[in-house]
């Protein structure tokens, strides 16, 4: 059974096309650790996408806080990004045309968050 490989590539923008990978691609620590956060994206991007499509509002800042605060600390600092923009924008209010905006940066950017597995 292979172990798991990040790497890292040379732009971690949400504006390019490449993949992202986490800073710790290094660090095997840690290697374990991202990968089950990298898993936990997808699922914490539709919980936020639902919340939106529910109004509920305060449930899709919690969402947005918890990857604000986590995205950085996993190596992926566009994702603590994308996400600080969602949880400020859904504090103020009913803005939700510029926090789908953002939510579909935040898809595209999860989609380029990639692992691959070694055998």
């Known amino acids: ?11 971690n923008s949400k504006n390019d096309d490449g993949p992202i990978y986490s ?9 374990a650790i991202v990968r089950e956060y990298v898993k936990a994206l997808p699922v914490r991007v539709q919980s936020m996408r639902d919340a939106l499509r529910d109004k ?8 947005a806080h918890g990857l604000h605060g986590s995205g950085g600390g996993f190596g992926f600092m566009i994702v603590s990004e994308i996400s600080a923009k969602i949880e400020k924008i859904a504090g103020q209010g ?4 510029a926090i789908e905006g953002h939510l579909e940066d ?5 989609e380029r968050i990639t692992c691959a597995y070694g055998e």
């Open 1 to 11: 059974m292979g172990g798991l490989t990040l790497e890292i590539s040379d732009s």
């Open 23 to 31: 800073t710790f691609h290094d660090e095997s620590e840690m290697i």
């Open 56 to 63: 509920e509002i305060e449930t899709l800042q919690t969402v």
């Open 94 to 97: 009913d803005e939700f045309d």
């Open 106 to 110: 935040l898809s595209r950017v999860v």
